[in-house]
């Protein structure tokens, strides 16, 4: 990397991951990201269609377990309130 890229990567850290992203898109291989409607099932919901989900971080269910949902959300409180309250987080 040259010292003009690694500058405005201490100025702004996310500007490479932007460049890049740019870059990609330009060439047209940028990746499409999938929208998950619902709950992260076995079967669910990607963009609109019922898929069968093999790529799973939820491999234990727990993200769909009663228990473990009740506690995250006395914990995090809704995702309007985490993600507000991740968007106020300072920069780094």
Do not use: W
């Amino acid at each position: 990397m040259s010292d003009t890229a690694t500058q405005v990567i201490k100025q702004n850290p996310l500007q490479y991951v932007s460049d890049q992203l740019a870059e990609l898109r330009a060439k047209g291989t940028a990746p499409k990201l999938r929208v998950l409607e619902g709950e992260q099932k076995p079967v669910c919901v990607i963009d609109g269609r019922e898929v069968i989900n093999l790529a799973s971080n939820n491999y234990l269910g727990l993200t769909t377990h009663k228990r473990c949902a009740k506690r995250r959300s006395r914990r995090c409180g809704s995702m309007e309130r985490a993600r507000a309250r991740f968007e106020r987080l300072p920069a780094r």
